[in-house]
């Protein structure tokens, strides 16, 4: 049986207006690496993905040989709900958040949409058009209103201005956190520990044993936040982007 080498991805591909695939073979012979390159720009493909654990020196210097791109370096925290229960602490100090109910995200959210990629692969990439990171995030957003992508948002907010902002999901089984953003007149107020744990509240409410989020290693704040509310860093990966 032939190895499968890439996979064409087919929501990338129709949101950006150009083919995206993504690298998923391990394991190549001289060369051949490059003939796969030559193959998905011959096919059409601008852009290939290639996400790679931290620590596999190999294929990390095979990346870098083909000019590969390290567009992000993917930290995944998990924590264990009942370790926290134990301690009794979830909620932060102030004012805590509510969840946001209306249709699509008002002007607020889609602000700190923005912000809170602001350490993505999308935004870090000088190749990746300004115009499709924004389209992606927004669209991140407004579907996460929505209860596509997200099953609650819950925002912070100070004299109707919101200033801090967290989306909350469900993959296999875990509870996940896709967007965290404060306003940046709000850093330093402990809203984005209050947004975590409030958040933490609500995943245990509703039956989650396990949460996870995924960072950026050079989003220092962010990983400084997950550890300090008792999550655990599981992997590190390197991702790459190849354009074509």
């Known amino acids: ?36 390159l030559d193959a998905l720009k011959a096919r059409g493909y601008r852009l290939a993905y290639w996400a790679l654990d931290a620590a596999d ?57 923005l912000e809170s990629g602001a350490f993505s692969r999308y935004h870090n990439d000088p190749l990746f058009p300004r115009i499709l ?21 819950l ?23 896709g967007l965290l953003a404060v306003d940046p007149s709000a850093r330093r107020k402990r809203v984005a520990t209050t947004l975590l744990l409030d958040a933490q509240r609500w995943f245990i409410d509703n039956g989650f044993k396990i949460g996870q989020v995924s960072t950026q290693k050079t989003n220092i704040g962010a990983c400084n936040l997950y550890e300090s509310c008792g999550y655990r860093m599981e992997t590190i990966n390197n991702i790459y982007h190849f354009w074509l």
């Open 1 to 36: 049986m032939k190895q499968e080498t890439y996979r064409h991805l087919a929501w990338d591909s129709q949101t950006f207006g150009f083919n995206v695939a993504d690298i998923v073979c391990r394991q190549w012979e001289t060369n051949q690496f490059q003939v796969l």
């Open 133 to 153: 990171f924004e389209k992606l995030y927004l669209l991140w957003i407004a579907r996460s209103v929505a209860r596509e992508i997200a099953r609650e948002v």
């Open 57 to 113: 020196r190999g294929n990390n210097d095979l990346a870098a040989k083909h000019q590969g791109f390290l567009a992000a370096q993917n930290v995944t925290y998990v924590v264990m709900f009942d370790q926290l229960l134990q301690n009794g602490v979830f909620r932060g100090s102030g004012p805590g958040s509510r969840s946001y109910r209306d249709a699509k995200p008002n002007k607020d959210l889609e602000r700190l949409a």
């Open 155 to 177: 925002v912070l907010e100070e004299q109707s201005k919101i200033l801090g902002m967290i989306t909350l999901g469900d993959k296999e089984g875990k509870g996940t956190i």
